[in-house]
């Protein structure tokens, strides 16, 4: 298939694809007497794989290191363990340091009162950004 078929295929843009080739992510298809890039169901499926890695957050060289292991299947899997465990508890902090900005946004609505932007409780308290908690 065509770069444009495998494109539609994934939901990947062309230059993703093209990008993926040159970092090593999806290995460069043969060519066409034409010189069009000529990709497999493996090229569309190890996509797919690097697609939903990335959905899910991973970053390059952990993907690069994941599909080292799917390139290896005898190897023990321990490592595609700790790469999900160690993201995993990246995407916990990230969700705690989330709700942390939402209860401050919340805290921080919840003053306004309307008026004057010189009696503004939002820009108050964005000013008073190193103060802990509590009405001002």
Do not use: W
């Not at 093209?18 to 990709?39: F, K, M, V």
């Not at 169901?41 to 959905?55: A, G, K, M, W």
């Amino acid at each position: 298939m065509k770069i444009g078929e495998l494109s539609k295929a994934t939901g990947t843009n062309i230059e993703t694809i093209r990008y993926y080739e040159r970092i090593g992510l999806l290995p460069a298809p043969a060519r066409t007497d034409a010189n069009y890039r000529s990709y497999g169901p493996d090229h569309r499926s190890r996509l797919s794989f690097v697609r939903h890695s990335r959905e899910l957050g991973f970053t390059i060289e952990e993907i690069r290191s994941l599909l080292d292991l799917s390139d290896h299947p005898d190897r023990d899997c321990g490592e595609a363990d700790r790469i999900a465990s160690t993201h995993l508890e990246q995407v916990e902090a990230k969700i705690a340091q989330l709700s942390a900005l939402r209860d401050e946004l919340t805290r921080i609505v919840g003053r306004c009162r309307g008026g004057a932007a010189a009696d503004c409780r939002v820009i108050e308290a964005l000013g008073d950004h190193g103060q802990c908690g509590g009405a001002h």
